[in-house]
């Protein structure tokens, strides 16, 4: 197949290609997705953000297990594709990665397998081994996405809880699920999670406690919005709070419609090309760490020197003796860096 030709005829099968070889950091996938940045960028009425005329939006479901993330994601797809005519959703959905064998079981696919539509593309993806909730290759995939020309990207996080910040750095609108029952019901929004909410959604609300919650949930915004006020600053956006019944349906339609009106807000204040670099400045810094980690950190782990360092037992960093400190390690690793680098 060429996964170049067919990608611009918008065979889905050579995007699910494109994205397997990127998942794998596979040359020929960034070389294809140069190719199609280029291609997009010489079309008339494409650009290198994204499809002109459309409003994507890169939309990020977070929240702890349990908060029904899947169900939201089920139940929006079937919204868009089924109320708005002409639409088309791609879906990427992340799951734990094993820390010893590296499989991931997909459990997210099972949950939508009997949905389907030709505007509807789900890939799900495993962590592997990687923080925050996502994949390592999440900036690439979401470009990929982009270039493909999907109306609206759902990305939906693991569900580890507090090291979910790093949705809000890959999308436009970020939602924090919630949903009673679960203890100390503000646990999961702590630590960072409630500052980067544009929405908050609480779930499941036949169980009892939803009138508990969110009365915590519009005092932690109310925190937020005084932390704001405290330096100067006005939060333009009034994040709205819905509550919803994946089993009933209820609160979709308010959700889509919050969702709808956030786009056009972020998109109102060319917020949407910040995002577009931000995500941009991402992939390239998450190229650096992926390959500093494959290379560095191998060889480090390899070289007698380093392991001589380790065997003394002590700290030794700046040595100029006849035991060479750390400082000399590294510039032995930064000289079989840049021979890498000149062999990429």
Not at 187 to 194: N, R
Not at 278 to 305: I, T, V, W
């Amino acid at each position: 197949m060429d996964i170049f030709t067919e990608f611009t005829n918008k065979n889905q099968r050579a995007l699910a290609r494109l994205i397997t070889l990127v998942e794998n950091f596979d040359r020929e996938g960034f070389e294809i997705l140069t190719r199609l940045e280029r291609h997009y960028e010489r079309l008339a009425g494409v650009s290198g953000n994204g499809t002109a005329g459309k409003k994507q939006l890169v939309l990020g479901i977070t929240g702890p297990p349990g908060s029904g993330k899947s169900s939201i994601v089920d139940r929006l797809a079937r919204k868009i594709l089924g109320s708005h005519g002409g639409l088309t959703v791609g879906i990427v959905a992340f799951d734990p990665s094993s820390p010893f064998t590296g499989g991931a079981i997909l459990g997210d696919r099972v949950r939508m397998s009997n949905f389907t539509s030709p505007d509807l593309f789900f890939r799900s993806m495993g962590t592997r081994g990687s923080l925050g909730g996502m994949s390592k290759a999440i900036s690439y995939v979401l470009r990929i996405y982009e270039l493909y020309g999907f109306d609206y990207i759902i990305v939906e996080t693991v569900g580890v809880g507090q090291l979910e910040i790093d949705v809000v750095k890959m999308t436009d609108t970020t939602i924090i699920a919630e949903v009673p029952g679960l203890g100390d019901e503000i646990q999961a929004i702590k630590a960072g999670l409630f500052e980067i909410g544009d929405i908050f959604v609480i779930n499941k609300t036949d169980r009892p406690g939803v009138d508990k919650i969110f009365c915590e949930i519009n005092y932690m915004l109310a925190l937020r919005r005084d932390k704001l006020m405290e330096a100067g600053e006005k939060d333009p956006w009034p994040v709205p709070i819905v509550k919803t019944s994946c089993v009933s349906g209820e609160g979709i339609d308010e959700l889509l419609e919050r969702i709808i009106e956030h786009r056009d807000h972020i998109y109102e204040r060319n917020m949407i090309s910040r995002n577009r670099k931000l995500r941009l400045r991402e992939q390239y810094l998450s190229f650096a760490r992926d390959f500093l980690e494959e290379n560095l950190m191998g060889e480090l782990g390899r070289d007698e020197d380093f392991q001589k360092l380790v065997e003394a037992g002590a700290i030794n960093i700046f040595s100029d003796g006849p035991e060479p400190g750390f400082k000399k390690v590294m510039q032995k690793m930064s000289a079989m860096l840049a021979d890498k680098i000149n062999a990429m």
